[in-house]
């Protein structure tokens, strides 16, 4: 099943169909290129098999499983991430609901909501947008229901940037600097005075461009489940067992990237106000990364075709790549691990905060189906 036998929308490049609008949905650290993951479920899937990623971040595999007509099973434990994920397998189907409670989250806030908690705050959000964070964090019911989950997602997204892209000072869109890092460079940088945004008027705008070409055509399918927790204990059964395993594992060290996006956690409700740098954020020592590893690949290899493809992109540091490969060699039984390097094409994330240290990049681990497997498979698909 090599061949590109089922082409799916490209989601690629560009802004034009409703399919690569969304596929961008949520500034995340550590994504892979959604191209990435079409091209695997291109290759190792027929319509109808099911696509798993028990680490699906923003959701790029189930989204590109989706647009393909695949179904698709996925975790992601990080709450942010997951908001991205599932509005973009379901977006709500009504922008004008959406922009509704856009206004009626502006209308919930109190005058209490304005004032901000810290110096952090004061300098990042000027109080219309700060009033309207808060209400949206006491308001939302972002894990019930696909209008509040869209709300949120969009909130998310627009949370901070480069003035005046978002709704914030002057930031990262990635990833979310330390307080006192900002409010330290606001100050030195002359911005010493947030932006003056109207949050309604500003969001409103982002709902028209974003819904401007509609949803993806496959949104909401049935057969699409991105579950928030721990896919160590919370991976949904899948309709078929999954023909392809497509995930990138977090690195050894980092886990769930819960300090990059601590900003975007306290926006919906999730974090505080000011961060706390606690352990649950970080694997402490390999034996406990290892075992979160064994545990999630064991859950994920219960769900799976015993034949199945599995692309596995992980950080090429010993450190991730010594833990993950046996454990993925364990998995293929007599079938061979191919190993090839993927290498970063363009600056990192971590290069854009200034450390130029040679990066060894990032490493694809494969294991395909048998040959017998797809041939058996194939005959099934197309009878
Ligand atoms: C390298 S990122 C994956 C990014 C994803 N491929 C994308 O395109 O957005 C790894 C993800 O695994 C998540 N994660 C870590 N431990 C997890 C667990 N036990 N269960 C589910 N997700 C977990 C992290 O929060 C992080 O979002």
Same mark, same amino acid.
């Given at each position: 099943m090599d061949a590109l036998t089922n082409p799916t929308p490209?989601?690629?490049?560009?802004?034009?169909t409703p399919e690569a609008r969304w596929a961008r949905l949520g500034p995340y650290y550590a994504m892979f290129p959604i191209r990435f993951a079409q091209d695997a479920v291109d290759r190792f899937t027929e319509p109808g098999d099911v696509v798993l990623d028990p680490f699906c971040g923003r959701g790029t595999a189930p989204y590109a499983a989706m647009v393909a007509g695949r179904d698709a099973v996925a975790c992601e434990i990080n709450p942010v991430a997951w908001v991205y994920a599932a509005t973009k397998t379901a977006?709500?189907?009504?922008p004008d609901a959406v922009k509704d409670r856009i206004g009626d989250i502006a209308k919930a806030?109190?005058?209490?909501?304005?004032? =901000? +908690?810290s110096q952090f705050q004061q300098l990042a959000f000027c109080p219309k947008v700060l009033g309207f964070l808060n209400a949206a964090r006491r308001e939302l019911r972002w894990r019930d229901g696909t209008t509040d989950r869209t709300v949120a997602a969009l909130i998310l997204q627009y949370l901070h940037s480069k003035v005046p892209q978002?709704?914030?000072?002057?930031?990262?869109?990635c990833r979310a600097m330390a307080p006192e890092y900002c409010v330290r460079w606001w100050n030195e940088n002359g911005y010493e005075t947030p932006p003056e945004v109207d949050p309604i008027s500003f969001l409103n705008a982002r709902v028209d461009w974003r819904y401007r070409k509609g949803? =993806? +055509?496959?949104?909401?399918?049935?057969?699409v489940t991105v579950t928030l927790g721990d896919s160590a204990t919370d991976l949904v059964e899948p309709p078929?067992?999954?023909?392809l395993v497509v995930t990138s594992p977090p690195y050894s060290g980092v886990t769930d990237y819960g300090v990059d996006s601590w900003l975007r956690l306290w926006a919906i409700?999730?974090?505080?106000?000011?961060?706390?740098?606690?352990?649950?954020?970080?694997?402490?020592?390999l034996a406990k990364y290892r075992t979160m590893l064994e545990r999630v690949f064991a859950a994920t290899a219960a769900r799976a075709h015993p034949d199945a493809a599995w692309l596995v992109r992980c950080d090429a540091r010993e450190r991730t790549l010594d833990v993950v490969l046996p454990i993925l060699s364990d998995i293929a039984g007599e079938r061979e691990v191919e190993v090839s390097p993927a290498p970063?094409?363009?600056?990192?994330q971590t290069s854009l905060y200034g450390d130029r240290a040679d990066k060894p990049g990032e490493i694809d681990l494969l294991v395909r189906p048998t040959t017998a497997t797809v041939a058996a498979h194939r005959g099934v698909a197309a009878a």
């Open positions: 490209d989601c690629g490049t560009g802004f034009a977006p709500a189907s009504d806030a109190k005058p209490k909501d304005r004032e =901000p +908690e978002g709704l914030s000072n002057q930031m990262r869109h949803i =993806p +055509e496959r949104s909401h399918s049935r057969g078929a067992p999954a023909r409700g999730e974090g505080p106000a000011l961060p706390k740098w606690d352990t649950r954020h970080k694997h402490v020592g970063f094409s363009r600056p990192t």
